[in-house]
């Protein structure tokens, strides 16, 4: 990047995102969609991993998954999320803060069928999150599934949906010399949005 401007304090959260998305698109060397999802346990205790955002609009930012997973069993246990994406190639990172709900039943149909055939093969036979006590039972499933929907259609299997990421907060990071980094926190305030920029 060349001369960094200030975040803008007037922007629309959801407008700066996208900005800030395409940006990366032309930088980043591989899945600037990439995200850390953090959720927690029953008990309280962070949990988090790297899923990719597969849509958004005002209504929130969207991922998908095998709900009998860890994250899944998560979520059913405590909505409360934390996103985060980091690009290096731009310094910059913005952080989520929400709740999930459900997509729709169609929102995940349409999804799952845009998906290639070995990973929709690969959501059917896969277990996630679940002990593997060899990578060739896997791999026999996976090769048993092939068999059985062949060159027919494969289904969404019941238990593989997404979830939408309802934003209570906005945090936008731009780094700049010698740590003194630009912050910015979008906070609601019924049809409106309170900024706040932060000290870095």
């Given amino acids: 990047m060349t001369e960094q401007t200030l975040i803008d304090l007037n922007a629309d959260p959801f407008e700066l995102f996208s900005a800030w998305m395409k940006e990366a ?19 309280g205790h962070p949990s988090a991993r790297i899923v990719l955002l597969k849509g958004m609009d005002r209504r929130g930012f969207v991922f998908y998954t095998n709900q009998h997973s860890r994250k899944g069993e998560e979520l059913a246990a405590d909505p409360n999320v934390a996103l985060l994406f980091h690009w290096k190639s731009l310094r910059r990172q913005i952080r989520i803060e929400g709740t999930v709900t459900p997509v729709t039943s169609e929102e995940a149909d349409a999804y799952f069928a845009s998906r290639s055939r070995i990973s929709r093969l690969g959501a059917i036979a896969s277990d996630q999150s679940r002990p593997l006590a060899d990578r060739s039972i896997f791999e026999a499933r996976l090769k048993a599934a092939e068999e059985q929907y062949g060159e ?38 019924g049809n409106e949005w309170n900024v706040t920029r932060l000290y870095p």
């Fill in 25 to 43: 698109e032309k930088t980043e060397p591989s899945d600037p969609n990439a995200m850390v999802l953090a959720t927690s346990t029953p008990d």
């Fill in 152 to 189: 027919g259609d494969i289904p969404r299997p019941a238990n593989w949906s997404g979830y939408r990421v309802a934003p209570a907060a906005f945090e936008f990071w731009q780094e700049r010399p010698y740590r003194l980094h630009d912050r910015a926190r979008w906070t609601p305030d």
